[in-house]
């Protein structure tokens, strides 16, 4: 059974730092790409970030660009969220997904993904 563990969210103000990890078990973790969503009260789910499998490609959705890394370390089954310049609008809950199939490249959609963690509140103060 597949398992996405997130941690690292919590409080913080306008203009610091967190960093989002997402451990992952039950599938072989570096045969898929992940991504990070987030979603706001009211808001639809949205991807923040998403890395291929072996780590070579990401992509980041334009409100994060610049601020937001993403990363892999697929010998120990996590990825990384690094989130610099935090702002009040990105107060969300911030979810990790895996891949539906094996691909070399991203994925961006939400219907991509077929296994989700339960998701790590970020609070931006400002």
């Known amino acids: 059974q597949v398992q996405l563990v997130e941690s690292g969210g919590g409080l913080v103000q306008a203009g610091g730092s967190l960093r989002l990890s997402c451990a992952a078990s039950?599938?072989?973790?570096?045969?898929?790409?992940m991504g990070w969503f987030r979603q706001a009260p009211g808001k639809e789910r949205a991807i923040v970030a998403a890395?291929?499998?072996?780590?070579?490609?990401?992509y980041y959705a334009d409100s994060v660009k610049g601020r937001f890394t993403t990363s892999r370390d697929n010998a120990k089954n996590t990825v990384y969220l690094q989130m610099n310049n935090l702002k009040a609008e990105d107060t969300a809950v911030y979810y990790c997904?895996?891949?539906?199939?094996?691909?070399?490249?991203?994925?961006?959609?939400?219907?991509?993904?077929?296994?989700w963690g339960q998701g790590t509140q970020v609070t931006v103060s400002s």
């Open positions: 890395i291929s499998w072996s780590g070579s490609n990401t």
């Open positions: 997904a895996m891949s539906r199939y094996m691909s070399t490249t991203y994925a961006i959609a939400p219907s991509q993904y077929s296994y």
């Open positions: 039950g599938r072989t973790f570096s045969s898929y790409a």
